[in-house]
């Protein structure tokens, strides 16, 4: 069993920064596939960043604003968010592994205009 642990929202005016941390239980070091989601209110969960083996892919949405990144010796999952707009508003959600693989409680962030 993998426990994800997210931390690293909040409060921040559009254009400003945040970076979101997961940290997991267990050593990552076997497991190909991490990501992020996010779930604005009333929307349905969505992609925003994934990296495999060192490969990352990104919702067109946040191309050249976030930056997915892994540290598979801290067993930690990293997502670096700039320019944020108002519409990025959402629980972020960790993921780790196969579809639909393991999940995080989630971490509030709230980009205000």
């Known amino acids: 069993q993998v426990q994800l642990v997210e931390s690293g929202g909040g409060l921040v005016q559009a254009g400003g920064s945040l970076t979101l941390s997961c940290t997991a239980s267990v050593n990552t070091f076997s497991i190909r596939v991490m990501g992020w989601y996010r779930q604005a209110p009333g929307k349905q969960r969505e992609l925003v960043a994934t990296?495999?083996?060192?490969?990352?892919n990104y919702a067109d949405s946040v191309k050249g604003r976030f930056t997915i990144s892994r540290n598979t010796a801290k067993n930690m999952l990293y997502l670096q968010m700039k320019s944020l707009k108002p519409e990025d508003t959402a629980v972020y959600y960790c993921n780790a592994g196969t579809w639909p693989g393991y999940w995080g409680q989630g971490t509030q962030v709230t980009v205000s205009s």
């Open positions: 990296i495999t083996n060192g490969i990352t």
